[in-house]
C-alpha cells in the first residue's frame, strides 16, 4: 500500500503557509513548491489519519485539467508551472506537487453551481434565492439550473467559514474589473468541464475555483487545485434523480460515517480502515473516469 502523508517538510525550504490540505513552500520570489497531502478535511475539521494517494490524486488530477483548459481557453493563465521537480528536490514530492507561479490571491472563493444543492438548495428553499439572486418557481433539490451561476464567498481565516456573498458585495470587496473577469473565467471553465465530465459519466454539480491577480497583466490567474472532488461536488451520472440529495463521488462516505458516529466535527478523529479505503476508491475512480487513465 502508498504510504500516507499527512505532514510535509522540504529541508532547505521555507514554508510559507499550510492550509486544509497543502504545504506551500518558496523556492525564490516568483515561484512556490505545491504540494498536497493526503489529508482530508470534512465540516471544516482535518482528520487525523489521512487518505493513500488522494494528495497525487489531487495533483494530477489539477494537472489534467491546467492542460485541458489551455486548450480551450489559451488566453487565460494559469498557475502551473511545471509537474517535474529540479533535482535538488525529493523526487518522492513529484507525483503531489506542482511548481507554481506565486500571486497575489483573490480574496474570493470563485463558486460555479450548474446545479442547486447544498447551501444554495438550503437558501432556495427558505427564501427562493440563491445568493440573494431569485430563482424560478418550483425548482427540485439537485436540478440542473438553466443557466450556470456564478455565486462567489469570502475566503475565511482558518478556523472560520466561508460566508456565501451576492455579486454585489464581490464587487464591493475586490472591485467590478476583478469581479467581472473572475465570474466570466469562472463560468467559461465551468461550462467546458461540465461537458466534458458529462460525457465521461460524471455531472459536476458545483465547483470552486480560486484566482491571483497579475498586476502588470491586469488580468486573473487561474490558481490553487482545479476541478477535483474536494474542490467540486461530483454526482455519477448514472446514479442522478432529481427532487432528492445525491451521493457525490468524494468525502460522502465519511461524512456519512462522522453524522452516524457522532464524530461531526470534533477534533482528533481517526477514520477507521474500511472508511479510508472506501474513501480512496472513489478518489481513484474519479480520475480514473475523467482523464480515462488507469491509476497506478
Ligand atoms: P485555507 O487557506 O483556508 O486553509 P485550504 O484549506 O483550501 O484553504 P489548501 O488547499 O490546503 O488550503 O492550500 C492552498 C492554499 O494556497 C489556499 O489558501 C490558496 O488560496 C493558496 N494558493 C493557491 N495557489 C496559489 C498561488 N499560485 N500563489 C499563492 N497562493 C496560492
Ligand atoms: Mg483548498
Redesign the pocket.
Request: proline content about 0%.
Given at each position: 500500500m502508498a504510504d500516507v502523508v499527512t505532514k510535509v517538510e522540504v529541508p532547505g525550504l521555507k514554508k510559507t503557509a499550510s492550509?486544509?490540505?497543502?504545504e506551500i513552500f518558496e523556492i525564490d520570489e516568483k515561484t512556490l513548491l505545491f504540494v498536497a497531502t493526503d489529508r482530508i478535511s470534512a465540516y471544516d475539521v482535518v482528520l487525523e489519519n489521512g487518505i493513500p494517494s488522494k494528495g497525487a490524486i489531487l495533483t494530477q488530477l489539477s494537472a489534467f485539467w491546467f492542460t485541458l483548459i489551455a486548450t480551450h481557453l489559451p488566453n487565460l493563465k494559469t498557475h502551473l508551472l511545471s509537474t517535474t521537480l529540479p533535482a535538488s528536490l525529493p523526487q518522492t514530492l513529484t507525483p503531489r506537487s506542482m511548481l507554481v507561479r506565486r500571486i497575489p490571491v483573490i480574496p474570493l472563493e470563485s463558486i460555479v453551481r450548474g446545479y442547486i444543492t447544498g447551501s444554495a438548495w438550503a437558501e432556495c428553499k427558505k427564501h427562493g434565492t440563491v445568493h440573494g439572486m431569485r430563482m424560478p418557481e418550483g425548482l427540485r433539490e439537485s436540478e440542473r439550473l438553466e443557466k450556470p451561476i456564478w455565486t462567489p464567498s469570502t475566503k475565511a481565516e482558518q478556523g472560520e467559514h466561508d460566508e456565501n456573498i451576492s455579486r454585489a458585495r464581490a464587487v464591493e470587496l475586490v472591485g467590478e474589473g476583478v469581479a467581472g473577469k473572475v465570474e466570466e473565467a469562472s463560468l467559461r471553465i465551468y461550462e467546458i468541464a461540465r461537458d466534458y465530465a458529462e460525457e465521461r459519466g460524471i455531472i459536476i454539480a458545483d465547483t470552486k475555483f480560486e484566482f491571483g491577480w497579475d498586476e502588470a497583466a491586469q488580468e486573473v490567474v487561474l490558481i490553487?487545485?482545479v476541478l477535483t472532488p474536494?474542490?467540486s461536488r461530483f454526482w455519477p451520472k448514472e446514479k442522478y434523480e432529481v427532487g432528492k440529495s445525491q451521493r457525490s463521488y468524494d468525502k460522502q462516505y465519511l461524512r456519512d460515517w462522522l453524522t452516524s458516529s457522532g464524530l461531526k466535527g470534533k477534533d482528533g478523529v481517526k477514520m477507521p480502515e474500511e472508511v479510508v479505503q472506501e474513501t480512496a476508491s472513489k478518489y481513484r475512480e474519479a480520475y480514473e473516469m475523467l482523464t480515462g487513465k488507469k491509476w497506478a
Open positions: 492550509g486544509k490540505v497543502r490553487d487545485e474536494d474542490s
